[in-house]
């Protein structure tokens, strides 16, 4: 069983949509993030939270809301979503939050936007 | 930018064949990290490599970092069906920035 937990596995939901992506880390790491990986794309680091703050926002557009309640919780908050935004959103977690840091990823949720 | 090449995008090869794929940047990076991500899943870290010239083997896999730190390399002998898989190069400019990936190979072995 993966350290890092992310629910659903698969969302097909409209541009009109409000929904919720749920990521649960139990490795007892202070640093989460989202990622967004789509096909003949790098990884693209969209939040990172630290000891609960944010600590990078890399220009996502403000349909992605993220939240962090505390050190094992991250969720992504999505409305109004494109089309464009499907893809498969990874969530990792790690012991401190920058440099050759190893990341711990989840499953990914795959999204679909219809 | 500080992008990451990786080649080749695609490989598809027989069991038992030997391969190598590439990781490269205009830039100078302080470590390099190689992922591995399996079809439905997410990417698991491989081997971090920091020093330039270093090579570090695990199993079959064989992971050089260049001299002049800018370039990877990960050969991989007598392929498995296993193997297949994404393989990601993520490298760290300094440390307190994220790490930044590439595109990935995306390996096929076939029995």
């Known amino acids: 069983e993966t350290g890092v937990t992310q629910t659903p596995r698969h969302l097909v939901m409209g541009m009109t949509n409000k929904k919720s992506l749920k990521c649960e880390q139990h490795l007892g790491h202070n640093a989460m993030y989202w990622y967004k990986q789509s096909a003949k794309k790098p990884l693209e680091l969209m939040f990172v939270y630290s000891l609960e703050e944010r600590v990078e926002n890399n220009s996502v557009p403000s349909r992605f809301s993220p939240e962090c309640p505390n050190s094992s919780h991250l969720f992504l908050h999505l409305h109004t979503l494109q089309p464009e935004d499907s893809a498969l959103y990874l969530c990792?977690?790690?012991?401190?939050?920058?440099?050759?840091?190893?990341?711990?990823f989840g499953n990914g949720t795959r999204l679909t936007v219809t | 930018t500080q992008l990451l090449e990786q080649s080749p995008q695609f490989l598809s090869i027989q069991e038992g064949e030997n391969l190598t794929v590439y990781c490269n940047s205009s830039s100078v990076f302080s470590s390099l990290q190689w992922y591995r991500q399996e079809p439905g899943e997410g990417p698991v870290l491989l081997v971090t490599v920091v020093t330039g010239g270093e090579v570090k083997k695990l199993k079959r896999l064989t992971f050089q970092f260049g001299d002049a730190r800018k370039d990877s390399s990960l050969h991989i002998t007598a392929a498995q069906t296993g193997d297949t898989g994404l393989y990601l190069c993520?490298?760290?400019?300094?440390?307190?920035?994220?790490?930044?990936f590439g595109k990935g190979t995306r390996l096929s072995v076939i029995a």
């Open positions: 990792a977690s790690s012991q401190g939050g920058t440099g050759a840091i190893h990341l711990h």
């Open positions: 993520a490298k760290s400019v300094s440390g307190n920035t994220p790490l930044v």
